[in-house]
């Protein structure tokens, strides 16, 4: 099987990306890990796949596959990298483009000067539905990882999120408590974990450990996550700056029952062909 890919990252965070509607893509768990191995594959955080629409009132359908081969239901960074995708190869000329993911539909916006804005949606905060177990919803929810008691936001913007405030986030315990979390048995379908620090209200750090992936350089989901539970806890204000390792996004969120709105490059490094 010969494919044609678009390699392509928002700020680091990078992707391979396939046009599932001119070619035939079939990939397992096995061929997702290939691709993604930095070594003896392409290399990637994660494979997108640009399918025809499933959603009414959508143009597209769009899968995310980890580096370990397991399919997500969001991706921020991949969904800015999907909207340059198809205005670059003539899939769509539009500025707004609605698109079905596994979570949802989300609508992406193209703006003038190269920026993607992203309509994430509004946030879920019930514990059962992000999905996390926990006898009632809370701003803060307390966690036991190695007999060593956590705090945690818990939110899900399409896939679920865990947000540590952190005082120095160059010094926080990612390698640690990322894997952790991660694995945790209240979070039945594993967890992304943010460490965040906030500077001012309209500006934090952050650092993301992903689920089958690590830690990455960007986390667009993360992001939107860190904003909203910083939110609630009265830490920050409606329009925040994003530093993460990989660069900066800016999140709008204006409270409960609105969308997160994310505001963020997207960029292709080179196209190819591989066999599998």
């Not at 990306?17 to 061929?31: E, K, N, S």
């Not at 000067?113 to 059962?128: K, S, T, Y």
Request: net charge negative.
């Amino acid at each position: 099987m010969h494919l044609k890919f678009t390699k392509m990252h928002g700020l680091g965070n990078d992707f391979v990306v396939f046009d599932a509607i001119r070619q035939q893509v079939a990939l397992d768990a096995a061929a997702i890990r290939r691709l993604a191995d930095r070594h003896r594959g392409i290399g990637c955080d994660q494979v997108l796949l640009v399918e025809p629409a499933r959603l009414p009132g959508t143009d597209f359908h769009y899968r995310i596959f980890n580096a370990d081969g397991s399919e997500v239901e969001q991706c921020g960074n991949g969904a800015r990298c999907f909207a340059r995708f198809v205005r670059d190869q003539g899939l769509s000329d539009k500025d707004a483009i609605p698109v079905g993911t596994a979570a949802g539909a989300i609508q992406i916006f193209v703006e003038a000067d190269g920026q993607v804005r992203v309509d994430m949606g509004i946030p879920v905060l019930e514990p059962a539905r992000i999905p996390f177990r926990a006898a009632k919803q809370a701003l803060v929810y307390r966690l036991s990882v190695d007999g060593q008691a956590v705090s945690i936001g818990a939110v899900s913007m399409g896939n679920p999120h865990a947000v540590l405030l952190v005082e120095d986030a160059d010094n926080a315990p990612v390698e640690r408590l990322g894997p952790r979390l991660e694995t945790h048995p209240h979070f039945p379908r594993r967890v992304n974990v943010g460490f965040m620090q906030v500077l001012s209200p309209e500006h934090i750090r952050l650092r993301v450990f992903e689920r089958g992936v690590g830690e990455t350089l960007a986390c667009g989901t993360g992001a939107c996550d860190a904003v909203v539970t910083g939110r609630l806890r009265g830490l920050l204000a409606a329009r925040v700056q994003v530093s993460l390792p990989g660069g900066d996004l800016v999140i709008q969120w204006d409270g409960n029952g609105t969308p997160v709105l994310m505001t963020g490059p997207a960029q292709r490094v080179f196209e190819g062909e591989i066999e599998l």
